[in-house]
């Protein structure tokens, strides 16, 4: 089957000449196995950081082996007592076409229940990051007015939408398009959106909050992330959860240089990674999947056919050509 593996590392955005797309043996499932006909995969910004040799909260992919990362596939065959043929599982083989892997170490999804994409993006990682990182991380509450970036985004579109929905006073989000400030707007329910490349963040973010921001849901870093700083109210909290603004910098970028500001309006920056928050997944299930199901939260999809097309997906996604959840079925 098709596998997509790491040639080489980046240095700066990644290139086609840093994955290498081969033609791989199918491994028949030992014991306590399956075999997986992958059907659908997801591209994660994080992928980006573990193309790079370091070290991280998850291991960097290792040069001349397969990528990896969630994806959804069929049981083709079973040689544990834990799944049969035909059912459909969740787990951490993506990139390749067949995934031989410990029973173990997949979950079952009902794809009666919601599409089966929809367990790689709102009601998967992203949507359990959203949910983790509002709630406990920037613990939201009524009442508060929420900034967040990357708002039209698989993490952001979500982020917003539970915070308006659970008595935000207003609710900001930022993205990169015109397109995506109407669809935060009219689409997912913000009360106000722009395009940080319409000008500095920090005056357009002053403008949509003459009233300064209580909880900032950070995506994006960089100027985001000063601006931000800048127009929190006293004892605002920020949810530290990504910064994608320089995750293809070679050289690490200045950080904000209002962070005394952290100091003088008594702030709280808090990192999180949602490998930390299983915990919440059962309640996060109990609260958004009948949100989800009867339309109440809006999610978009960007759907890239071909695994081989994988690498593409992957640059579109840090060049921010998806709206929602960027997918590549396989
Ligand atoms: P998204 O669906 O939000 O896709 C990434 C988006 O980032 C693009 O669509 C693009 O949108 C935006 N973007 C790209 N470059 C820039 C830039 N220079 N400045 C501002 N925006 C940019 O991805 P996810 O929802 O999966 O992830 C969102 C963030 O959450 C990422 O930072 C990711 O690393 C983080 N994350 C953290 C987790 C954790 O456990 N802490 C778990 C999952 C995700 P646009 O057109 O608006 O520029």
């Not at 790079?52 to 959804?72: I, M, T």
């Not at 007592?81 to 031989?100: I, K």
Request: charged share 25%.
């Amino acid at each position: 089957g098709v596998e997509i593996r790491l040639a080489s590392r980046p240095n700066g955005f990644p290139t086609q000449d840093n994955f290498e797309i081969t033609d791989a043996p199918v491994t028949a499932p030992g014991e306590g196995q399956i075999l997986v006909r992958n059907k659908v995969m997801s591209v994660d910004p994080a992928m980006r950081g573990r193309m790079n040799d370091v070290k991280s909260y998850v291991p960097p992919f290792q040069l001349g082996k397969p990528l990896d990362g969630g994806a959804v596939g069929e049981v083709i065959a079973s040689n544990s007592p834990q799944f049969e043929v035909g059912q459909h599982v969740l787990h951490y083989l993506g990139w390749r076409e067949y995934a031989t892997l410990d029973a173990k170490r997949a979950v079952p999804v009902d794809g009666d229940a919601a599409p089966l994409n929809a367990y790689l993006g709102v009601l998967g990682m992203p949507g359990l990051t959203a949910y983790a990182g509002l709630f406990e991380i920037a613990e939201f509450k009524e009442g508060d007015t929420v900034f967040v970036s990357g708002a039209a985004g698989a993490v952001g579109s979500l982020v917003g939408q539970l915070a308006k929905q659970n008595g935000a006073a207003k609710v900001i989000g930022s993205a990169g398009s015109a397109e995506k400030v109407r669809h935060i707007t009219e689409d997912l329910g913000f009360d106000a959106a722009f395009n940080y490349k319409d000008g500095a963040v920090r005056d357009q973010l002053a403008q949509a909050a003459p009233d300064g921001i209580d909880v900032y849901f950070d995506n994006v870093g960089g100027d985001h992330l000063e601006a931000a700083i800048d127009e929190l109210n006293d004892f605002g909290r920020i949810a530290a959860c990504g910064a994608i603004s320089v995750y293809n910098d070679a050289e690490p970028s200045p950080g904000p240089r209002n962070m005394f500001k952290i100091v003088k309006k008594r702030l709280r920056i808090r990192g999180f990674i949602v490998i930390d928050h299983a915990d919440l997944r059962e309640k996060f299930h109990t609260d958004v999947a009948p949100l989800v199901r009867d339309g109440k939260i809006h999610y978009e999809e960007t759907v890239v056919e071909g695994l081989r097309n994988a690498p593409e997906a992957f640059f579109g996604l840090l060049q921010g050509k998806n709206t929602g959840k960027m997918l590549v079925t396989i």
